[in-house]
């Protein structure tokens, strides 16, 4: 059966906020999102998200761990559709 579907892998690091900006005409329907935060850096403790901007600038959801994260230590973060 023939699908749409694509995997989109990003890779590298950026300082907090990071962003990535959807190529192309915009438009991506996201099954899963997972970001890995690395709290080297943090000089306190921190809470690692992710946020979902649509295409008009909105935010459509911001998805925290959750509990906060010690400074040095390192987290994950998952977001998908129920």
Do not use: C
Not at 55 to 81: H, K, N, R
């Amino acid at each position: 059966m023939a699908t749409d579907d694509r995997q989109v892998l990003v890779t590298g690091t950026a300082p907090a906020p990071a962003t990535f900006r959807i190529p192309g005409n915009g438009q991506l329907r996201p099954k899963a999102v997972f970001a890995s935060f690395d709290g080297t850096g943090a000089a306190g403790t921190f809470l690692p998200a992710l946020k979902i901007i649509s295409d008009a600038g909105e935010v459509v959801g911001v998805y925290p761990t959750d509990t906060a994260v010690a400074a040095g230590a390192s987290a994950s973060v998952s977001w998908f559709p129920i």
